[in-house]
């Protein structure tokens, strides 16, 4: 699976280095810069795919980088943090072909949104098809072990867990799409564990695992947002199905919330297209 490389350009150190704990939890690679120049000067010699600028900074502005990399590359996503009253000129930057543009203190849902239209819109240009990654939750070693081979086989990018717990650590550090969780599991269970897990991001489908007998807390689960539900033993057909539709209505979700902000953009550059200069 490719790994996009984000550059961070941002010259309060601590900001810098929360945003890049951050973003590589999305699932980017990161390089980091202290200001404008030595952020070009990293970008002519890393090629990223996705830059990340403030829009205030010594040596070299959030908005002379953006013009400095959309002439070395046009294709290159940039966004740009900026301050409380900097309206006009990040409607400037998006008429520069910035993508986007997040205000500080940073929003983590807005920056994972801008990241994912980045990242759409990189794969549109290079005709890369989506690998999602698929979190196993599973206690039986053996059985965990083939669905873990199934999965890859089948194209999959697969992490497993063999606790709630460790699912639960899992997720907070890396970014899962598909979450496949038996019911009954050691430590946390698997409801609990997606119910906390949906606390920390509501951007993955779920499909539930279960045995003779669990089939209402298999519908409680659905609904509290899991897609479906397989009964043990697992018709290895049906679940890459079910798999399949989870992907789907996934990339759905995502693409109407990437739809929704490319039009909030959109409008506030034309209503600022159309405010009357004051008197």
Do not use: C, W
Request: hydrophobic share 45%; charged share 30%; aromatic share 6%.
């Amino acid at each position: 699976m490719e790994e996009y490389k984000v550059l961070v350009i941002e010259d309060d150190e601590s900001a810098k280095n929360f945003l890049g704990r951050v973003i590589k939890k999305e699932g980017f690679s990161v390089l980091t810069a202290e200001n404008g120049r030595v952020g070009v000067e990293i970008f002519e010699k890393e090629h990223p795919e996705i830059v990340i600028s403030d829009l205030k900074m010594p040596e070299m502005s959030g908005m002379e980088v953006l013009k400095a990399i959309k002439r070395i590359s046009p294709l290159t996503q940039v966004i740009l943090m900026t301050a409380f009253g900097e309206v006009d000129t990040t409607i400037e930057a998006l008429r520069e072909g910035a993508l986007d543009y997040i205000r500080k203190p940073i929003d983590l849902d807005i920056l994972s949104l801008s990241l994912g239209r980045a990242k759409e819109k990189i794969a549109a240009d290079k005709k890369l098809t989506f690998i999602p990654k698929v979190l196993v939750m599973e206690d039986d070693v053996t059985a965990q072990e083939l669905l873990v081979k199934l999965l890859e086989k089948d194209g999959k990018h697969v992490v497993s867990a063999i606790d709630g717990e460790k699912a639960l650590n899992i997720f907070k550090q890396e970014k899962i799409d598909i979450v496949l969780t038996d019911i009954k599991m050691p430590i946390i269970d698997g409801l609990t564990a997606l119910h906390e897990m949906r606390k920390i991001s509501d951007d993955f489908e779920a499909i539930i695992m279960t045995g003779y007998g669990d089939e209402a807390s298999a519908i409680k689960a659905m609904h509290e947002g899991a897609m479906n539900y397989l009964k043990k033993p697992i018709d290895f057909e049906n679940l890459l199905i079910f798999i399949q539709k989870a992907i789907e209505k996934l990339q759905m979700t995502r693409a109407l919330k990437y739809r929704t902000r490319e039009l909030e953009l959109a409008n506030r550059i034309i209503q600022e297209s159309t405010t009357p200069i004051s008197q």
